[in-house]
């Protein structure tokens, strides 16, 4: 049996506490998010999530997102190798399709997946 456990302790300050931090990682040059990135370690999923809020919320997600793709890109010499690695981008990539694209694919499919019920029924 193995039991994995993390602690972590949260102290939630009212969101003008934030500000500044905010204002630091919003910099379109997006040095504090490499800087993160750098020593996130295993927690690169949990970075990702914290991150994606923050520029959803802020409407920057685009910003994000290119950023750390062009970075990515043009540090790749294969390009068959390209996003193979699970590095911050691709972790932010995955994340940001499952919030976006999940009611797009439920929408899409819905009527093609019940008619395939349906006829495994009758």
Do not use: W
């Not at 602690?7 to 997006?30: H, T, V």
């Not at 996130?40 to 999923?45: A, F, L, M, S």
């Not at 991150?51 to 920057?60: D, G, N, P, R, V």
């Not at 499952?98 to 009527?111: E, P, Q, R």
């Amino acid at each position: 049996l193995r039991v994995r456990a993390r602690y972590s302790m949260e102290k939630i300050m009212p969101e003008e506490e934030y500000n500044e931090f905010k204002e630091l990682i919003l910099q379109k040059e997006l040095h504090v998010v490499y800087a993160l990135s750098h020593v996130c370690g295993q927690d690169r999923t949990l970075l990702a999530g914290i991150l994606l809020k923050i520029f959803l919320h802020e409407k920057l997600e685009s910003l994000l997102l290119r950023t750390l793709n062009d970075r990515e890109i043009s540090m790749e010499d294969e390009a068959t190798t390209l996003f193979r690695a699970t590095t911050l981008a691709s972790t932010l990539m995955e994340q940001y399709m499952k919030a976006t694209a999940t009611s797009f694919v439920h929408h899409a499919l819905k009527d093609s997946i019940l008619k395939i019920m349906e006829s495994k029924q009758s």
